[in-house]
């Protein structure tokens, strides 16, 4: 069983700076693609940053030139470097995985439980 947990979020003024972190624990070949998404009250969950099967980073438009995603391979962890926040960053912050188990092909997506994440303006 894979999971994931998140850690980093909080409460910031407009125009400051979080950085959140996911680490993966358990059982697995590999992780091929990890990031994060974003779901704020009353709105469909959406992407924010991810690195793809294809090793490259992909953004939503509303973050390009605030957020950063890295990772550390080693530790099985994407971090999310969010600056500039603006209040309608205010949501609750997921990470995904998606994970292949040992002995398979397919993969299979996790989700972390989510950390809330609140700009005041």
């Known amino acids: 069983q894979v999971q994931l947990v998140e850690s980093g979020g909080g409460l910031v003024q407009a125009g400051g700076s979080l950085r959140l972190s996911c680490a993966a624990s358990g059982s697995f070949a590999s992780i091929n693609a990890m990031g994060w998404y974003r779901q704020a009250p009353g709105k469909q969950r959406e992407l924010v940053a991810a690195f793809t099967s294809g090793g490259t980073t992909t953004y939503a438009d509303s973050v390009k030139g605030r957020f950063t995603i890295s990772r550390d391979n080693a530790k099985n962890t994407v971090y999310l470097q969010m600056t500039s926040l603006k209040p309608e960053d205010t949501a609750v912050y997921y990470c995904?995985?998606?994970?292949?188990?040992?002995?398979?092909?397919?993969?299979?997506?996790?989700w972390g439980q989510g950390t809330q994440v609140t700009v005041s303006s």
């Open positions: 995904t995985a998606a994970v292949r188990d040992w002995g398979k092909l397919a993969t299979r997506d996790y």
